[in-house]
Nanobody, 121 residues
Framework: QVQLVESGGGLVQPGGSLRLSCAAS????????MGWYRQAPGKQRELVAT???????NYADAMKGRFTISRDNAKNTVYLQMNSLKPEDTAVYYC???????????????WGQGTQVTVSS
């Protein structure tokens, strides 16, 4: 059983910063891409950023220059540093990982339960 658990969400004022973490655990052989999506009330889930096992990055345009994704392969953990936060960044942030688990023949996507980020004065 593979689990992804996010942490680091909360309430922050506009212009502030937060750092999200997502740790994967279980019988993991390796993790391919990891990343973050978010979903605001009444909106569809949207891409925030992804990172491959080799470190290739991809950001949604609205996050470029403000958000930084990174990962620690030894810890099976992905991070999202969010700076210059805006009220429109308010959403539930979900992490995912494309995980090859022990005893399986192919990788599968797993998702975390989500962590709330609220940007408000």
């Amino acid at each position: 059983q593979v689990q992804l658990v996010e942490s680091g969400g909360g309430l922050v004022q506009p212009g502030g910063s937060l750092r999200l973490s997502c740790a994967a655990s279980g019988n993991i052989l390796f993790i391919n891409a990891m990343g973050w999506y978010r979903q605001a009330p009444g909106k569809q889930r949207e891409l925030v950023a992804t990172i491959t096992r080799g470190g290739i990055l991809n950001y949604a345009d609205a996050m470029k220059g403000r958000f930084t994704i990174s990962r620690d392969n030894a810890k099976n953990t992905v991070y999202l540093q969010m700076n210059s936060l805006k009220p429109e960044d308010t959403a539930v942030y979900y992490c995912y990982g494309n995980v090859r688990a022990a005893g399986t023949y192919y990788a599968t996507e797993y998702w975390g339960q989500g962590t709330q980020v609220t940007v408000s004065s």
